[in-house]
T-cell receptor, first 114, second 111 residues
Framework: KAGVTQTPRYLIKTRGQQVTLSCSPI?????VSWYQQTPGQGLQFLFE???????NKGNFPGRFSGRQFSNSRSEMNVSTLELGDSALYLC?????????????FGPGTRLTVL | TQLLEQSPQFLSIQEGENLTVYCNSS?????LQWYRQEPGEGPVLLVT?????EVKKLKRLTFQFGDARKDSSLHITAAQPGDTGLYLC???????????FGSGTKLNVKP
């Protein structure tokens, strides 16, 4: 079974631009969560999608948004990029998203904002 | 502020030594998970502990969940270079399907 894939793996943008990251979950997984990982703040939860609906949201500004498609693939968008948005963005998929479920992480997209 | 505090932040030891990593919180969680992350990859789940006081063993790794379900520890016996990586604990809230990650412990095991 293929693992979670994320594209692109690396991205360089400048301040003010916007970016879209993509995540393909493991086949059969309906929940996709997004995280931001930085050396200073660690791994922070952005949001979770289940059956095309945002079910949970972390404490990030509205510039961070996402969506999920009917095939469970998910995208996250960051508008008006700031230097502080430079981070590793990870997505994780799980089967049903309830209880002590196992999250499977992708390799991440390394975003650098100049 | 991190909901979960891990200590130590960095650990550099020789092969064969033992070590313990701690994960503490003032919040109660439904369960607690431990992950290991290697450079260029996403975190990989090692274990989930659910019951207060629970102890789980995974080869040379021993995980313990505190009685009050607020803290946890990871003990590695006879560390090997292959154990090198970033260890993350995550508190799980079932009702909200939310995961709160600790700040991480970067372990380096020297041969």
């Amino acid at each position: 079974k293929a693992g979670v894939t994320q594209t692109p793996r690396y991205l360089i943008k400048t301040r003010g631009q916007q970016v879209t990251l993509s995540c393909s979950p493991i086949s059969g997984h309906r929940s996709v969560s997004w995280y931001q990982q930085t050396p200073g703040q660690g791994l922070q939860f952005l949001f979770e999608y289940f059956s095309e609906t945002q079910r949970n949201k972390g404490n990030f500004p509205g510039r961070f948004s996402g969506r999920q498609f009917s095939n469970s693939r998910s995208e996250m968008n960051v508008s008006t990029l700031e230097l502080g948005d430079s981070a590793l963005y990870l997505c994780a998929s799980s089967r049903a998203g309830q209880g002590p479920d196992t999250q499977y992480f992708g390799p991440g997209t390394r975003l650098t904002v100049l | 502020t991190q909901l979960l505090e891990q200590s130590p932040q960095f650990l550099s030891i020789q092969e064969g030594e033992n070590l313990t990593v701690y994960c503490n919180s003032s919040s109660v969680f439904s369960s607690l998970q431990w992950y290991r992350q290697e450079p260029g990859e996403g975190p990989v789940l090692l274990v989930t502990v659910v019951t207060g006081g629970e102890v789980k063993k995974l080869k040379r790794l021993t995980f313990q969940f505190g009685d009050a379900r607020k803290d946890s520890s990871l003990h590695i016996t006879a560390a090997q270079p292959g154990d090198t990586g970033l260890y993350l604990c995550a508190g799980v809230e079932y009702n909200f399907n939310k995961f709160y990650f600790g700040s991480g412990t970067k372990l380096n095991v020297k041969p």
